[in-house]
């Protein structure tokens, strides 16, 4: 079991920046894979970023491409996703997941275990 818990979360004005965190507990290893992950009510779980804990290597959606960047710090089990240039169309509640078989990492399916999410609102 691995156990996720989201912050950083918030209100920010467009053009704004947040800097999220996910903690990691449990049965944490750095050959998986970590994703971010949001959803806007009444829309299904959209993928934003992933990074392979083994390698760094990293995927974004096209909407957050240039904007946003994920990272992580394996002797902290943390994986953070720096958001800049926030706008309205941002605004969603954002998870963390993890995949243990590090494969289709833009996949919503492929993935393992889910934290409770972190509420971000982007004002125009």
């Known amino acids: 079991q691995v156990h996720l818990v989201e912050s950083g979360g918030g209100l920010v004005q467009a053009g704004g920046s947040l800097r999220l965190s996910c903690a990691a507990s449990g049965h944490t290893s750095s050959t998986y894979g970590a994703g971010w992950f949001r959803q806007s009510p009444g829309q299904g779980r959209e993928f934003v970023a992933a990074?392979?804990?083994?390698?760094?290597?990293?995927y974004y959606a096209s909407s957050v491409r240039g904007r946003w960047t994920i990272s992580r710090d394996n002797a902290k089990n943390m994986v953070y996703l720096q958001m800049n240039d926030l706008r309205p169309e941002d605004t969603a509640v954002y998870y963390c997941?993890?995949?243990?078989?590090?494969?289709?990492?833009?996949?919503?399916?492929?993935?393992?275990?889910w934290g409770q999410g972190t509420q971000v609102t982007v004002s125009s």
């Open positions: 997941a993890i995949d243990v078989n590090l494969r289709r990492l833009w996949d919503v399916e492929e993935y393992d275990y």
């Open positions: 990074i392979s804990l083994t390698s760094g290597n990293t």
